[in-house]
């Protein structure tokens, strides 16, 4: 079956690190994608990974194992505005008729002063 | 990257009728889908909308109940039928952009729409 999990919540603080983890079993994979989710905002494009190692975007980095079915996205320097939902998306399958995300549950990020 | 745009973006409707969602992406793109997110849930995909033929449907859902049309690159519409208060959520359109490197895509979503139904 398909499984993706996240934590659902996490608690940091303004200016600090924090990791997100998310764990996969997906039939197939082609790709891991994270977003980012204010509340009542539409999902919004952070990263992408298909090779294993880490992809660094500014603030922000995301890690990809494919033999551990594992992957993380790393914020850094965090400020207040981080404050939002981490989606956690991997396309299980490339080309053919689908090309379908799943997405996870999300984890929902509150940073504090 | 791409806008993505869709009507309404908001809507409340009576039980028993139909609403339908434009998706309009302003350059052309290889695959169009549609998503549905519940209250305080994550994304569920609806169907792959097919240019020119019909969608393809996600275990769970039906093209009675979500008909799917996809007349060109850049445009789409889903259709909420017969709707009751189960069908309240956000559908979100979602478009995909694949690059020169085959193993490189990338994919957004339309703000959304979100329907409320009594």
């Known amino acids: 079956g398909q499984n993706i999990d996240q934590p659902t919540e996490m608690t940091a603080t303004e200016g600090a690190i924090v990791q997100i983890n998310c764990t996969y079993q997906?039939?197939?994979?082609?790709?891991l994608f994270w977003y980012q989710q204010h509340a009542g905002e539409a999902p919004t494009f952070l990263s992408y990974?298909?090779?294993?190692g880490l992809e660094e975007k500014g603030r922000f980095s995301s890690f990809l194992s494919r033999s551990k079915g594992y992957s993380y996205l790393l914020l850094k320097e965090l400020q207040m505005k981080d404050s939002a939902s981490y989606l956690c998306?991997?396309?299980?399958?490339?080309?053919?008729?689908?090309?379908?995300?799943?997405f996870g549950t999300g984890t929902l990020l509150a940073v504090q002063p | 990257s791409a806008v993505i745009s869709q009507k309404p973006s908001r809507d409340i409707c009576q039980r028993g009728t139909s609403l339908t969602i434009q998706c309009q992406v302003d350059?052309?793109?290889?695959?169009m889908f549609w998503y549905r997110q519940q209250p305080g849930q994550s994304l569920t995909l609806i169907a792959t909308a097919n240019q020119g033929s019909e969608a393809t449907y996600e275990s769970g859902f039906v093209i009675d109940k979500f008909p799917i049309s996809r007349p060109n690159l850049t445009f789409s519409t889903l259709t909420v039928s017969n709707m009751s208060p189960e069908d309240s959520s956000i559908y979100l359109c979602?478009?995909?952009?694949?690059?020169?490197?085959?193993?490189?895509?990338?994919?957004?979503f339309g703000p959304g729409t979100r329907l409320t139904v009594l």
């Open positions: 997906t039939s197939g994979f082609n790709g």
């Open positions: 350059s052309q793109v290889t695959m």
């Open positions: 998306a991997v396309r299980d399958r490339y080309g053919g008729a689908t090309n379908k995300l799943i």
């Open positions: 990974n298909v090779l294993d």
């Open positions: 979602s478009a995909l952009w694949a690059g020169l490197l085959s193993s490189y895509n990338e994919q957004f």
